[in-house]
């Protein structure tokens, strides 16, 4: 098998450079981390521990198998905005009883637990992993509904949320309710919608409508117990299954009912031994230029995350811009498609249109590995049928039927983040490097582009161009286009499933892979391989 | 010719047996009462024969059983091994009877020496120092106080009391004489003067049929607990050539005397003056043989087969010569801090290391330690140019040792074989009074050794988790892309509770805790049983092993044995508590308890009538009835609370 020669220079001066850069960058994204975990604050992290209760994570950490990996999805969402960075919710993939489960909970020491829009759209995100990859999901509720003076972006789509639960359901997807506190008015819909409830007793409260409102409606007296304490809906509305003593018997409960659900997984096992990679991790950080107009040779990173540091790569000859291949990560088998050089000409885009669909023939998942400023301009490559070409990369990406899995390492500019499966995509995991930048196109060609068009504008009105005004308005631009191109500006709209360090890409697809295989492998069949 | 040896005996004497007859052809034959059938004795031996029952009088002291047999397999000798039926006569003349070979002494020396009265008035008669006796208590006064209760068919420290004013000498005959008849069968005491101190000094002594007899040296075994050796060895520090000469010459008297044949043992009391007197001969194999046969390179099972067979003893055994130093420890189940206390269970791990030492054992991992017998696990022997080396290679294998699930005097041995007055000779029979045993036998593992064996049993269970996951087991342990706590393990021994906390980085180290202590930890290797870390700067390597919730570690430091607490407490008393309410709607037709009772789980307290059927409703936990609701004809709905029960007082305890 060809293995990937190992092409670091740990001793040139950039090495140091590039390490510490991304090791700021690191830090950055830490204390942004540090911020989401910190939830509502100090002070209602302390009134809600004064009550007794676990955190959202530590309620997470309790249910999961000890020592297992969690990887934790969006966990940056909102960053940025006046929400909470994080959203008001933990959501993430991991493994409760040796099985794969989605787990949401939501965080009640940030306003109560409340639905924020980002919360709201983490929350519709993790739903369709769990739907997409089979994974039971297992809800850790206590919220008390929607943010109120949000409503208006949460009321009318936050609806999806309970079809998808009823959905999942009828797909054979379990669905789980940990009830540890508030679940109220629409709220009471998640255990309403779940396969199985589990209340703790005198926390839980699920109910359409509390004391004031039902006697504000039909002038009755009642109490929170009575209207939906967890005693209640375990002895009299039977919506409760499994009454629990406290937060941690809430907790064995969840894991008890994940042991019974005797799930199995339906993709192909991976490799029963494999070896890991010949060259270590860290190397990467000092590999990577964080000027993205520095390009840099992604064999050096599949050598740091494919199993063995083997890469059998196709065509390399041809269209060498985009480097494609076979390899391994973790025994589960994979296609490669990397940016080399970052333009995708013709060539490349034959090359990739081509290489989707051999995977698709063998059951191959793929995974695009972005570094690209997008599709080739100019007279010659127009001429030459470039969005021809690039329409074959793109339609291949758009059907192709086996499981997509995206890292931008770099840039992610213009049409190349389509060809390259960007988000629109529907890759299964979508994951960003945090030097990685993401937009049309650059910063300086944007207000380059605009200035031009401006300046023609001027011209056809025949008035003079303001040159100081140009400076300023490019610089402006730029800024803007800089700050909203950023991996934290991307991942806080959720169009990723988070940054990642990148020494821990190899970690993050191999628990991706797995999961993405609780599902059969199927590629997409019909033509034959159409040779490009 | 001997062709096929049956051992009349078990454990680690009748594997040392077998292993010498092995070596020298001879087939072996095994008696195994019910408590031994899985004894890695009978697994030794080419066939073994059934002995019915756990007891040693229904099964090992059966001599018609043993003989029969030895018949049933067709072996031609016995060998009595020590213990049981080794000094008893009859059984040596039943064995001569049947037409047997027996390895010991004819009949008649160990009749002499078995009564210790005959045998004192006969080594008296030989000329051998002895000590002033009597058989009566009248007689005690002209032996003088203090003096020795001791039974006259006894051996090793049974049936035996120090007496040291007449009013304690009616209850120390008394208790003397039971004990020596359930042990031996025959309830005879006498007196003798008691030597305050001495040292415990034997001669091995070797005789053959063609007239020979030698001296193989002394063995001092002065270090006893309750009259039972515990550390033995050859030569004796206090024993120099003309004492050794001296010692063996009435030692060789003492078996002429008798016309003794075989291997037996000679042994006197010897004081500060260096004068000795003959205590009693034992005519068998002495548990610490093997201290003689590593000072003078003889086999001395091999010896007495050759001699049973009729050769002469082998010129090395004629003329023998003493090499360096060897000592002998015996490990017991016994609880050292606690009186001694025997201990039994399973032997989660019996695993010494032989590399350095003889290791000479009746069990292995897995053996269960019974009631039935001798709680003695293994005598370890080390063998060296010196005396300090021996103890010093002997203290190193012992604390190296994995024994988990009994008890042993493990580090009560260790801490003797380093402590200062017994490096320096200075061992008398009354070590152990003076060095605190409760002292000696703590636990060699300190705090912090503790603290790193903690952190060795939380990551061999880690790598025991992340080995059996069924999915992504080859990701990192405990990966997160946003770490919020540690993982935990919370652990108990017998010292209390601990907790360990810690969160894997990427390059083996890890930052742990133990409890709220901050540790320096780096973990170069971890699997389920062997742990290699550096805490503190220091790396060592842990072995762990995991049955059920029990993990046993073990390091240079010590040994450790925690319990996995489990993650989540268990509710069910908590469950119990709480109102009974009626399953469906229907009639009470009995009540049969009143508020205040105490009631047993299951049993029934209200009998309610519905749709032609009568539901109990019983207790769900023992407790107390705290209130009554209903009575008998009274209708209720689905959900009435009938019975309330009282929090149980235990639950609020915990």
Request: glycine share 10%.
């Amino acid at each position: 098998m060809p293995v990937l020669p190992d092409r670091v220079d740990r001793d040139a001066p950039e090495y140091a450079s590039r390490r510490a850069a991304l090791l700021d960058l690191l830090a950055e994204i830490e204390a942004q981390l540090a911020l989401a975990r910190g939830g509502g604050g100090e002070k209602y992290v302390e009134r809600h521990r004064k009550r007794g209760k676990l955190l959202a994570r530590e309620r997470v950490e309790l249910l999961l198998d000890p020592d297992s990996p969690f990887l934790e999805l969006s966990p940056l969402a909102a960053w940025g905005t006046n929400y909470t960075v994080g959203g008001s919710v933990v959501t993430g993939i991991g493994v409760v009883e040796g099985t794969e489960v989605l787990v949401q909970a939501h965080d009640p020491t940030v306003r109560g637990g409340a639905v924020n829009p980002y919360g709201a759209k983490k929350q519709g995100r993790a739903s369709q992993i769990a739907s997409e990859n089979r994974l039971p999901v297992v809800n850790l509720v206590e919220s008390g509904g929607a943010d109120l003076p949000t409503q208006s972006e949460i009321f009318i789509p936050g609806g999806a949320g309970f079809r998808d639960l009823t959905q999942k359901s009828a797909a054979a997807i379990p669905t789980i309710a940990l009830v540890f506190g508030n679940s109220t008015a629409g709220g009471a819909y998640v255990p309403g919608m779940c396969d199985y409830v589990v209340m703790v007793k005198e926390r839980a409260k699920v109910f359409l409508g509390g004391p004031p409102l039902v006697k504000m409606a039909t002038g009755e007296e009642s109490d929170d117990e009575e209207l939906g304490g967890a005693e209640m809906h375990a002895r009299v509305s039977g919506l409760a299954d499994y009454l629990a003593m406290d937060e941690a018997d809430a907790i064995r409960l969840g894991r008890q009912i994940v042991r019974r659900l005797n799930r199995r997984k339906l993709g192909p096992p991976p490799a029963p031994s494999y070896s890991e990679p010949l060259y270590d991790a860290e190397d990467l950080l000092g590999m990577i230029p964080t000027d993205l107009r520095e390009p840099f040779d992604p064999r050096d990173v599949l050598a740091r995350v494919l199993d063995g540091s083997e890469f059998d790569e196709f065509k390399p000859l041809y269209g060498s811009s985009l480097v494609t291949g076979w390899g391994s990560i973790h025994g589960y088998p994979i296609g490669v498609l990397a940016n080399a050089r970052g333009v995708l000409f013709a060539e490349e885009s034959e090359k990739a249109a081509q290489f989707i669909q051999l995977a698709n023939q063998s059951d191959t998942p793929l995974l695009f590995l972005q570094n690209t400023t997008g599709y080739m301009v100019g007279k010659e490559y127009e001429q030459r049928g470039i969005i021809k070409a690039g329409a074959q990369m793109i339609n291949a990406v758009s059907n192709s039927a086996v499981p997509h899995l995206t890292v931008v390492l770099g840039a992610s500019y213009g049409a190349g983040n389509y060809g390259m499966c960007g988000r629109a995509y529907d890759p299964r995991f979508l994951f960003t490097w945090p030097n990685a930048k993401s937009a049309v196109m650059g910063p300086a060609q944007l207000a380059g582009v605009l200035s031009i068009v401006a300046r023609q504008s001027a011209q056809a009105r025949g008035k003079e161009y303001d040159e100081e005004q140009d400076k300023a308005m490019r610089e402006l631009v730029e800024n803007q286009i800089e700050a909203e191109s950023k991996a934290l500006f991307l991942t806080a709209r959720l169009y990723d499933d988070g940054i990642i360090d990148p020494r821990d890409t190899r970690t993050v697809l191999g628990m991706s892979l797995s999961v993405i295989h609780n599902q059969p492998i199927e590629g997409r069949r019909g033509y034959g391989v159409f040779r490009m | 010719m001997i062709t096929k040896l049956l051992v009349a005996n078990r454990g680690e004497i009748a594997r040392r047996v077998f292993r010498t007859a092995r070596a020298m052809g001879i087939a072996t034959v095994a008696v195994y009462s019910d408590a031994d059938a899985d004894a890695p004795f009978v697994r030794d031996a080419d066939e073994a024969v059934r002995l019915p029952g756990a007891a040693p009088a229904d099964t090992y002291l059966r001599a018609d059983l043993v003989i029969a047999a030895a018949k049933a397999a067709g072996a031609d000798a016995v060998h009595p091994g020590y213990g049981f039926l080794s000094e008893n006569a009859t059984f040596a003349q039943s064995v001569l009877d049947a037409g047997l070979v027996w390895v010991g002494p004819p009949p008649g020396a160990i009749e002499a020496m078995g009564s210790k009265l005959g045998a004192k008035e006969m080594m008296r008669a030989a000329g051998v120092p002895t000590l002033p006796w009597a058989t009566e208590v009248a007689g005690a006064a002209e032996v003088g106080f203090p003096l020795l209760v001791k039974a006259s068919a006894g051996g090793g420290g049974r049936g035996m009391r120090i007496v040291r004013s007449a009013a304690e000498l009616e209850d120390a005959v008394e208790g003397a004489q039971r004990e020596a008849g359930s042990a031996f069968g025959d309830a005879t005491v006498f007196l003798e003067r008691y030597v305050e101190a001495p040292r415990h000094v034997e001669i091995q002594v070797f005789a053959d049929t063609h007239g020979n007899v030698v001296s193989l040296f002394e063995r001092e075994c002065s270090i006893q607990r309750r009259h039972q050796k515990i550390v033995e060895e050859s030569p004796s520090p206090a024993v120099d050539e003309a004492l050794r000469a001296r010692m063996g010459e009435a030692a060789v008297a003492a078996a002429r005397a008798v016309g003794y044949v075989g291997a037996g043992t000679v042994e006197f009391v010897l004081d500060e003056k260096n004068e000795f007197a003959f205590l009693e001969m034992n005519t068998r194999l002495q548990v610490e043989h093997p201290v003689t046969e590593l000072v003078t390179g003889l086999d001395l099972v091999r010896l007495q087969l050759l001699v049973a067979d009729g050769h002469p003893l082998p010129q090395e055994a004629l003329s023998p010569t003493m090499t360096g130093a060897a000592i002998e420890v015996r490990l017991y189940a016994e609880d050292a801090t606690r009186g001694f206390l025997p201990a039994t269970g399973t032997l989660r791990a019996f695993d010494i290391d032989e590399a350095h030492v003889r290791v000479d054992s009746g069990f292995e991992t897995g053996s269960v330690v019974s009631p039935h017998y001798d709680p003695m696990l293994a005598k370890v022997i080390a063998y060296a140019p010196s005396r300090t080396e021996a103890a010093t290679a002997l203290a190193g294998a012992l604390a190296r040792a994995r024994i988990h699930g009994v008890t042993t005097n493990r580090d009560l041995l260790v801490r003797i074989l380093g402590e200062e007055e017994f490096l320096a000779g200075g061992t008398d029979t009354a070590y152990l009074e003076r060095h605190e045993p409760a002292e000696l036998g703590a636990p060699l593992l300190d705090d912090a050794g503790r603290r790193v064996h903690a952190l060795a049993a939380a990551m061999a269970v880690q790598a025991h988790n992340r080995a059996t996951a069924r999915v992504l087991a080859a990701l990192p342990s405990g990966w997160r892309n946003n770490p919020s706590q540690s993982q935990r393990i919370a652990l108990t021994d017998a010292t209390g509770s601990v907790e360990v906390s810690y969160l894997m980085g990427r390059d083996g180290s890890v930052a742990a805790h133990v409890d709220d202590g901050e540790v320096e930890l780096v973990v170069h290797d971890a699997s389920p049983s062997l742990v290699d870390l550096t805490v503190d700067g220091v790396r060592r390597r842990c072995a762990v092993s995991r049955h059920g919730d029990q993990i046993d570690v073990d390091s240079v430091s010590g040994s450790s044995e925690f319990r996995l607490e489990p993650r989540f407490p268990d509710l069910d008393a908590a469950h119990s508590a709480g109102s009974l309410v009626a399953p469906m709607p229907g009639s009470v037709v009995r009540v049969l308890v009143e508020a205040g009772a105490a009631v047993e789980a299951g049993q029934p307290l209200v009998v309610l009538e519905a749709m032609k059927m009568e539901h109990t409703v019983a207790a769900p936990a023992a407790g107390g009835v705290a209130e009554v609701r209903v009575q008998a004809g009274q209708q209720v709905e689905a959900g009435a609370v009938l019975v309330v029960m009282a929090e149980e007082e235990g639950a609020d305890a915990d």
